[in-house]
């Protein structure tokens, strides 16, 4: 937790002390408080002592090698995983987690299943980012750089809001890993509370609602957490948001075979998204056990009934199932 020790180390020195240190660590990406040079050689060495800067990890990668996760060991022991996805070009994302498990218990997610243990501090979120910020900068020629973070792996980010949002701060932060609020997502199950307070925050940072079901009652068979906020509470805080921000929201849909994948469940989403500003993402499901995935077919044709409709939509790609990195497969298994 090297944020939450700097901030502790360093609380008594004057401001610009922490300010450099953090530069150092999120900016400059030092490995060793040797590197540190603008510091003093007594501050360094106190550093170097009491603020270690390994991040203790291992790496999977994909054969096809456009997908890394990384499985990081807490001081506390518990195991979180966050997952870095090459892009042609030069952008590159994090998938960060944000709670250890996650409480809401969706039966199509990996996380869902394995219970809930505590959530993540904001050191701990950005020290996800980081890890990939070194490995790209120590593995490619020219370095490559985190450009894209998304709050798509373990946990529901708004179940953890406060910290999620100061992680948010240093991820942005232009003395940090200065990535633009517009190259970060956070995706929800629809806590509402959550959605109407980022409506009102600073930083213009990306909305996903997590759908998956165009009705209440299909919903709450999938989502537990779908009981406590029904369609009507969600999407009238999301328009609340859009009236207030003027920015898009994209709604996740997971294809799952047989469970929501019909042309009548395709026709009662397009009733609910027929707005301005809303965007439909479909989802290939990952299996994890219970459920199978729709085929392409269906999904085109879901899609192209959407789209006749007047419903902007697309169809998400998926990295890193054979490494169990893909969306709804983290569960921190691996050894
Ligand atoms: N808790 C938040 C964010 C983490 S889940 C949320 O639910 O939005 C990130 C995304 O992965 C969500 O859209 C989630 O529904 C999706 N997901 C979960 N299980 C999946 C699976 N088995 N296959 C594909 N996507 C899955
Ligand atoms: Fe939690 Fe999201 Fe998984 Fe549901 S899909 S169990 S909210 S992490």
């Known amino acids: 937790m090297i944020l939450e020790k700097l901030e502790k180390i360093l609380a008594k020195e004057p401001p610009f002390r922490l300010k450099q240190a953090k530069r150092a660590v999120f900016h400059e990406l030092i490995e060793d408080w040797d590197s540190a040079t ?32 990384a499985l990081i060991e807490l001081e506390d022991d518990n195991k979180i995983e966050t997952v870095l996805m090459l892009h042609t070009g030069r952008r590159s994302t994090v998938c960060v987690s944000s709670q250890i498990g996650c409480p809401l218990g969706c039966v199509f997610c990996a996380t869902g299943q394995m219970g809930f243990k505590r959530s993540l501090t904001d050191g701990e979120i950005a020290e996800q980012v980081l890890l990939f910020c070194r490995y790209l900068k120590n593995n490619y020629k020219p370095a490559r750089t985190v450009t894209n ?12 809001y406060e ?3 100061r992680a948010i701060g240093l991820i942005n932060d232009k003395d940090s890993f200065n990535i633009g609020a517009r190259k970060i997502s956070v995706s929800t199950s629809g806590i509402t509370e959550g959605i109407k307070k980022m409506a009102d925050e600073k930083l213009q940072v990306n909305l996903s609602i997590s759908l998956h079901a165009p009705t209440d009652e299909l919903r709450q068979e999938i989502m537990p957490v779908a009981k406590k906020y029904p369609l009507k509470k969600i999407l009238k805080a999301v328009d609340d948001y859009i009236a207030k921000t003027s920015r898009k929201v994209m709604f996740e849909y997971l294809m799952i075979k047989g469970v929501n994948d019909t042309m009548e469940n395709a026709e009662q989403l397009s009733k609910i998204m027929d707005k301005p500003l809303y965007m439909v993402n479909l989802i290939a499901y990952n299996p994890t056990g219970q459920f199978k995935a729709t085929d392409n077919k269906t999904i085109k044709l879901f899609k192209t009934y959407l789209e006749r409709r007047g419903i902007f939509t697309t169809q998400r790609y998926e990295f890193g199932r054979s490494i169990k990195a893909a969306c709804g497969q983290l569960a921190a298994k691996n050894k």
Do not use: A, Q, Y
């Open 149 to 160: 973070v998304v709050f798509m792996g373990m946990g529901e980010p708004f179940l953890n």
């Open 38 to 69: 603008n510091l003093s050689l007594d501050m360094r060495k106190k550093l170097k002592k009491n603020c270690p800067l390994k991040i203790n990890h291992k790496l999977f990668k994909d054969p096809s090698g456009d997908t890394i996760k």
């Open 163 to 165: 910290n999620v949002w």
